[in-house]
């Protein structure tokens, strides 16, 4: 193993992973939320700078190479897992995340399969995308709690009625109840949408890989 800054990235990456999870059972909210969302953008984060760093300054080594995919793929699935139940595990939610996690074993089960030929299935542009726009859903999604929580606190001893003449500016907002819920609102919106989008994302870039790499699965191939 080479204990240099990129590989030591990757390893905040996977320890981190399952610490997203970690909070929820050890924090109440909405400081769970908060410590998970702050450790998931911040692997995201080193998901980039890690090979930018280890290309840069030429530290690419085996063990990276090695530890930084299964690092990706288990910080998504733990994220994932804990959005689907954070959210009840409501269809809008658990489809495309179940979309997500069988791509990726797929993929993965396939570049095991190939052995020498799994260079071949080259990651490609419309994949970081795919990879992008779910690390962002992701983080979207848990953000939603944060403001879930704070709506629930502001508005906890008001009735349905008074809670609408506040949303509608016929009573004063004092403790900026109108923002954080429009927030709320807003973030759960957009995130299952990404989350959605990811998922199409991943079956179009899933099948890719899948029909790049039929012509090793012939049976009878030599290859």
């Known amino acids: 193993m080479t204990w240099n800054i990129p590989n030591i990235l990757t390893v905040f990456r996977l320890l981190a992973a399952p610490g997203v999870a970690i909070a929820f059972l050890l924090f109440p909210?909405?400081?769970?939320?908060?410590?998970?969302?702050?450790?998931?953008?911040?692997?995201?984060?080193?998901?980039?700078?890690?090979?930018?760093?280890?290309?840069?300054?030429?530290?690419?080594?085996?063990?990276?190479?090695?530890?930084?995919?299964?690092?990706?793929?288990?910080?998504?699935a733990i994220a994932l897992l804990v959005i689907t139940g954070l959210y009840g595990m409501s269809f809008a939610v658990m489809l495309p995340a179940a979309l997500?996690?069988?791509?990726?074993?797929?993929?993965s089960g396939l570049r095991e399969f190939l052995g020498n030929q799994a260079g071949l299935l080259q990651v490609t542009k419309l994949a970081k995308w795919k990879t992008t726009t779910q690390m962002v859903a992701i983080a979207v999604l848990l953000s939603q709690g944060i403001f879930e929580h704070y709506v629930?606190?502001?508005?906890?001893?008001?009735?349905?009625?008074m809670v609408d003449d506040v949303l509608a500016g016929r009573q004063e907002?004092?403790?900026?109840?109108?923002?954080?819920?429009?927030a709320m609102v807003a973030t759960l919106y957009a995130g299952v949408g990404l989350l959605w989008i990811a998922a199409v994302l991943t079956l179009i870039t899933g099948w890719d890989y899948f029909a790049k790499s039929l012509p090793y699965l012939r049976e009878g191939d030599d290859e």
């Not at 997500?100 to 993929?107: M, P, S, T, Y």
């Not at 629930?152 to 009625?161: N, P, T, Y």
């Not at 907002?173 to 429009?182: A, F, Q, T």
Request: proline share 3%.
């Open 100 to 107: 997500i996690l069988f791509r990726e074993v797929f993929v």
């Open 173 to 182: 907002d004092v403790h900026g109840l109108i923002w954080k819920h429009s």
């Open 152 to 161: 629930g606190m502001l508005s906890f001893g008001m009735d349905a009625a």
């Open 29 to 76: 909210h909405p400081f769970a939320d908060w410590v998970a969302l702050c450790l998931f953008v911040g692997a995201s984060v080193t998901d980039w700078f890690d090979g930018y760093l280890a290309r840069k300054w030429n530290q690419q080594s085996r063990f990276g190479a090695m530890l930084d995919p299964i690092a990706d793929k288990v910080m998504v």
